[in-house]
């Protein structure tokens, strides 16, 4: 029997296995399955998805700076929002293509930037310091509520300037709504959109109203932008809400990442205790290494051959950067070690191109920030239990995480 | 082979043959081009692979875009009239180099 799976396949010359990236057994350690995909070629077909997928650094690296022939007008979820009708209204920075996008980008670029984001760093500074005098008054205290997730929480939305109350309960589930949709409509999102409903879409739209943004915060900028003409006024509540929900929840997990990484390789944290400098480096091995993002989608604009394998119009393509930044062929063969002395840089953490990560300077310098602090008042981490991984479509990071530290 | 040269601001120079399309930014971090931190690893986001455009290149490379100009503000060097992100800037087809001067510093 010919199954319309198999009529797809002939289509194309790649491998196809009936592999699914998001199974929980998956995403409790993906790294070995990642391999797998590197290694059916440089592109495969998931059966189950009828989607396309590439694993390997070059060749993800090429796709996502080819926004003409990989689109993200169509979703960079599993649907096709060419021939399906979007599940909510397309984002307008991240799910539009150029010359649109340039006009949103430029916006959020000039208030992202490193110019206006290095004026953060006091107060990023001094409140690290605070938190970390409360949390280390603690023998054992959980990672992710205690540390990953209060510092985000405190100084990305007062930056972006919210109210501060509401926070706790309603940000984290909507940003996990937003990044299951980076994946098929599956139970996982389906869940987690029933839970994002019960208030916390309805906060968020509240928070990102002019009236309850503080005057000066980044929320607060997109309205004045909207003034100035460079935005549709309807435009700048949809990017306070894009900057909310994009930047919280992926800090949440590179934090969580980062002190798992360093409590399993305490040789890593010694390097950096006795050198607290080498933070912002040690970030972005943390970043490769432990990929906050894993994997979204682009969609073919015509016939294409990547690697010398034609894919047709009109595909989804899955782009693992997750694997990209665990590639022997980019990394050689310490690929799978964490090591803070390597230089990370040209990793895909936070995407490229044209749809690189806007927020990920503010990023760099919270996670920079939070290291440092800790690197100079904390000898040793110790993990004090089996941390609760959380379950996400794209994102990866937990929900809970028990440590304990070792005063310097 | 067409190339691109990088001058440091000490006057060493530093020649690398690329095929067109080849970016100024990832040529420079794929040779270990020194003063090319290029922390965003080009989308233009973060500010470090600043270079001031030689003249002599100054008509092979298209002019700098909107997003481009934003994220110049924030180059830590000076910024000057020839002022370029090395990774918005491509290789042209038929051109035999292209020269930047690298700045003093990028962070």
Known sequence: MITSISVERLETDAPSTDFDPYTNEVLDDPYPHYEMLRELGPVFYLNK???????????????????????????VGLANFHTTSPWRKPS?????????????????????????????????????????DRVLAKSRFDAVSDLCEAYPLRVFADAVGIPREGREKYLLPYGDMVFNAFGPVNDRFKACLAKAQ?????????????????PDGLGMQLYKA???????????????????SAGLDTTVFTLCNAILSFSRFPDQWALLHANPSLSRQALEEVLRYES?????????????????????????????????????????????????????????????????????????????????????????????????????????????????VEAA | ?????????????????????????????????????????GSAMCATCHVYLDEASHSFVPPVSEVEHE?????????????????????????????????????
């Open chain 1, 49 to 75: 998805y009828r989607a396309y997928g590439i694993a390997r650094h070059t060749e993800i690296d090429h796709v996502l700076r080819d926004p003409g022939t990989f689109c993200s007008s169509a979703g």
């Open chain 1, 92 to 132: 307008i920075i991240l799910e539009v293509d150029p010359p649109m996008h340039a006009r949103t980008r430029k916006v959020m670029g000039g208030l992202l930037s490193p110019a206006s984001i290095n004026k953060l760093r006091t107060m990023f500074e001094l409140e690290a310091n605070e938190l970390l």
């Open chain 1, 198 to 214: 019960e208030g916390s879409i309805d906060w968020i739209g509240e928070v990102c109203k002019r009236e309850n943004l503080s």
């Open chain 1, 226 to 244: 909207a003034d100035d003409g460079l935005l549709e006024p309807e435009e700048a509540p949809m990017l306070v809400r894009t900057v909310l």
């Open chain 1, 292 to 404: 906050t993002f894993h994997s979204f989608y682009r969609t073919t604009t015509k016939e294409v051959e990547v690697a010398g394998v034609r894919l047709p119009a009109e595909q989804k393509v899955l782009v693992v950067i997750g694997s990209a930044n665990r590639d022997p062929r980019r990394w050689g063969d310490t690929a799978n070690k964490f090591d803070i002395s390597r230089k990370a840089s040209g990793n895909l953490a936070f995407g490229t191109g044209i749809h690189g990560c806007a927020g990920q300077m503010i990023a760099r310098l919270e996670g920079e920030v939070v290291l440092a602090a800790l690197a100079k008042r904390i000898k040793k981490i110790n993990l004090e239990g089996t941390p609760i991984i959380h379950y996400n479509n794209s994102v990866r990071g937990y929900t809970s995480m028990p440590v304990s």
């Open chain 2, 1 to 41: 082979m067409p190339q691109i040269t990088y001058i440091q601001p000490n006057g060493e120079s530093r020649s690398i043959a690329v095929n067109p399309g080849a970016t100024v930014m990832l040529t420079a971090v794929a040779n270990g081009v020194e003063g090319i931190v290029a922390e965003c690893g």
């Open chain 2, 71 to 107: 994220m110049l503000e924030s180059a830590t060097a000076a910024r000057r009239e020839n002022s370029r992100l090395a990774c918005q800037i491509e290789m042209p087809q038929g051109v035999d180099e292209i020269i930047v001067h690298i700045p003093t510093h990028q962070v």
